[in-house]
């Protein structure tokens, strides 16, 4: 027994000895998987860039509000309905990005949606009414609900288990793009020429209306042209990627997972992530859409000119980009559970240390800023924190991400509103309801961690 044994031993190191093709297909498989790293890396480059022109999508509007208020003669009040359409429109494509997950190329829903989202920027400073502004805006966030939402399943795809540090980077480039708009932005606002006659204890805003030479076109048009133009070159080069290169195919392997979870689990963890994204992504964007306008209005320790607001807006964006950036380090050193707890108690606290505002206005105005910084570092990585923590208990596919957005954009349609109404007859409405939805995001997230490791175990 002993020496047929030695003898099989013997043969399998005669054979590897003697068939050299084994050492050539060990090299083979060594260049194949370095080549699949590469091109891992060029595809997620290229899905930050997408993020980057997402970034400038979703920033310029809070900046321009102002300014397409006045560029078709009416108020504030009258124009932020805007948001309403645009979380619509990010609703619609979210869903139909989820429906289409695995039905067609996923390239081609990158490409569709970044084309979409190029297409209607360019019209949306050009509106005449608002009936015309708020259809302009609802197509253009059709672009963007589909690409976020693909845009992160893909990021999946691609680096599976590996993902976190990635999915950072794609919101890092979000971030970043966020970050060079209002410096971008800036020259193109109308000018803010403050009145000195009052109506009801609110001062009076008047905006100089500037038109490209021998146009009726607005000057604002310009910039929203240029991030037009990015986009389409970003859509370019997601067609080369669809030409010279494969998506290699993981879906089975995680499709037989999710078909293994416990119903009860997936769907409990599902809608908790969907309040989730609602109250974080709502607060989120009537802060970032309001800030600048809460900047200029009549409070005490604001009234700050166009070029400073704007700066204010930029101290917000960049703070979230570093903290984004950071976010990258972290996520290699810590869990998301962590993480997600650390952004939301420091969130808390640099919104309380803002609502204070009336407390430091005259002595140290340099505290609002302080809390803005913080509060945008610390808000960064909750929203691919959060997706990278739900891929620890539940298979996130394309329509499990477009519940996540659908939440987001729900929550974009409703929390802004009552901000958007109240913020030019009382400002400070904009820190009430800021502390407000941030003290809900709390609970929400604690309920949510007991609930995961309470049926975690039970549910696998």
């Not at 689990?265 to 800030?291: P, Q």
């Not at 987001?408 to 929390?415: C, F, Q």
């Not at 030019?424 to 809900?440: A, C, K, V």
Request: glycine content about 6%; hydrophobic content about 50%; aromatic content about 12%.
């Amino acid at each position: 027994m002993s020496e047929n044994c030695s003898d099989a031993t013997a043969d399998t190191l005669l054979a590897k000895v003697v068939d050299p093709t084994n050492e050539i297909k060990n090299k083979t498989e060594e260049c194949s998987n370095g080549k699949t790293e590469k091109s891992r890396y060029i595809k997620t480059a290229v899905l930050g860039a997408g993020y980057l022109t997402m970034g400038f999508n979703l920033t310029i509007l809070g900046l321009a509000i102002p300014s397409l208020a006045q560029n078709i003669n009416v108020t504030i009040d009258q124009v932020a309905p805007v948001i309403i359409s645009r979380g619509g429109g990010y609703l619609l494509g979210s869903i139909a990005a989820g429906l289409l997950d695995g039905m067609i190329d996923i390239h081609l829903t990158l490409i569709a949606s970044l084309m979409c989202m190029s297409c209607f920027l360019v019209f949306i400073p050009m509106a005449t009414n608002t009936v015309w502004l708020f259809i302009v805006t609802a197509l253009n966030s059709i672009g963007l609900g589909a690409f976020e939402t693909i845009g992160n399943v893909y990021c999946l795809h691609l680096w599976g288990p590996k993902v976190a540090p990635f999915l950072q980077f794609i919101h890092f480039c979000y971030c970043f793009g966020c970050a060079v708009t209002p410096a971008l932005a800036k020259p193109f606002l109308n000018e803010i020429e403050r009145s000195n006659v009052t109506t009801a204890a609110v001062e009076t805003l008047n905006y100089e209306v500037h038109y490209i030479e021998e146009t009726s076109i607005p000057y604002l048009s310009i910039i929203y042209i240029i991030m037009a133009i990015v986009g389409t070159l970003v859509s370019l080069l997601f067609v080369c990627l669809k030409l010279f290169t494969k998506l290699k195919n993981g879906n089975a392997q995680r499709e037989q997972k999710r078909k293994r979870e416990q119903k009860f689990f997936r769907y409990s963890i599902l809608c908790f992530l969907f309040l989730l994204y609602f109250v974080y992504i709502g607060a989120e964007v009537g802060f970032i859409t309001y800030l600048y306008t809460f900047a200029i209005s009549d409070v005490p320790g604001m009234r700050y000119s166009k070029d400073s607001a704007t700066d204010m807006s930029t101290v917000n964006y960049v703070s979230v980009a570093v903290g984004q950036f950071c976010s990258i380090i972290l996520a290699k050193k810590f869990s998301a559970k962590v993480l997600l707890v650390l952004d939301v108690v420091v969130l808390l606290l640099s919104t309380i240390l803002m609502l204070c505002l009336p407390l430091y206005a005259t002595s140290a105005p340099v505290l609002f800023w302080l809390g803005v910084g913080i509060s945008g570092f610390s808000a960064a990585s909750i929203y691919g924190m959060a997706f990278v923590w739900a891929e620890k208990y539940i298979v996130v596919n394309g329509r499990a991400a477009s519940i996540f957005i659908v939440g987001g954009a729900l929550g974009e349609m409703v929390l802004p509103i009552p901000v958007g109404q109240l913020i030019e007859s009382f400002p400070m409405s904009f820190l009430y309801f800021s502390l407000g939805y941030i003290m809900l995001l709390t609970v929400l997230m604690f309920v949510m961690f007991r609930f995961a490791s309470r049926y975690s175990n039970r549910a696998a």
